[in-house]
């Protein structure tokens, strides 16, 4: 007992030969999903950077072969590739801007006691989660609205997202302390001057999150361009690429005139071109990545 409190004071507690082997089979365990989820990616990289014979002939598993730049040169060529990035950068600023404007004006009123009939409210918004009005209906309101091949509707009907929303009214009512709400009353505060004054900044986490959340879907947004976009002018990133995958395939039923240069040339500047759509939104991870897991877990499981 002597021996044993001891060690509890000194803050060392002596692990069992058991608890050293769980730790080691969670240790292997851990590296091998990391492996095989990271590889695909990494394995684009060096496929970028390697001539598309060898990425076809499977001699590209480790390290690139026979080096080149020649894909990153025609992305950079590319004039289309540059259109549907910097019409993404815009969907993407803006689309995230209106995300977090709209989803603030309706999770923090539905995590305030005062608000009347706010179960209704939560009920009714949760109730879009399982039931929507579907592909058609929506196309028609997008059209008589007149937001077809417009901006607007790569913006509004994708404007809120449910369970973020909930993940954020939750966040408000668990983490920011009614007192605090009630001391900005008192000093004279309207609804929305403790809304910027007192909420906002102390909810950080959870703003870092949602951004993370809303700016990756609309990096990756491609259907809505299908569907409410004519103009190629107006597409973003993800349709370019997809474009460049179909045509990837059209070649194989071509005349065969330069056929395999076309191919080489298609295969070459897919790796490159997924390289230079993911590098925004792996830089912009790390910056957020320290409020990731604690905005989540506060606003998912508690209130």
Known sequence: ??????????????????DRIFQIVVLVISVVLMAIVAYPLYFTVIASFSKPEDVLLGKVVVWPRSFSLESYK??????????????????????????LVLTIMIAYPLSCRETPCRGILT???????????????????VRQL???NTIW??????????YNMLVMKNF????????LKEAACLDGCSDLQTLFRVVLPLSGSILAVMVLFYAVGHWNAYFNALIYLKDRSRMPLQ???????????????GDGTGLYEKMMAAETMKYAIIIVASV????????????????????????
């Open 1 to 18: 007992m002597t021996t044993i409190s001891s060690k509890r004071r000194s803050g060392h507690i002596q692990e069992s030969h058991g």
């Open 74 to 99: 025609m992305v950079i060529g590319e004039s289309s590739i540059w259109m549907g990035y910097g019409n993404t950068i815009v969907y993407t600023v803006l689309g995230t801007l209106v995300n």
């Open 123 to 141: 009920f009714v918004a949760s109730f879009t989660m399982l039931f929507s009005g579907g592909l058609i209906p929506t196309y028609l309101l």
């Open 146 to 148: 007149g937001m077809y």
């Open 153 to 162: 509707a790569m913006l509004l009907p994708s404007g809120i997202g449910t």
């Open 172 to 179: 408000f009512q668990s983490s920011i302390p009614g007192e």
């Open 239 to 253: 349709v370019i690429l997809r474009e460049i995958l179909l045509q990837n395939q059209e070649l194989a039923q």
């Open 280 to 303: 925004p939104v792996i830089c912009l991870y790390p910056f957020v990545q320290k409020h990731f897991v604690k905005g989540v877990m506060v606003g998912a499981i508690k209130g």
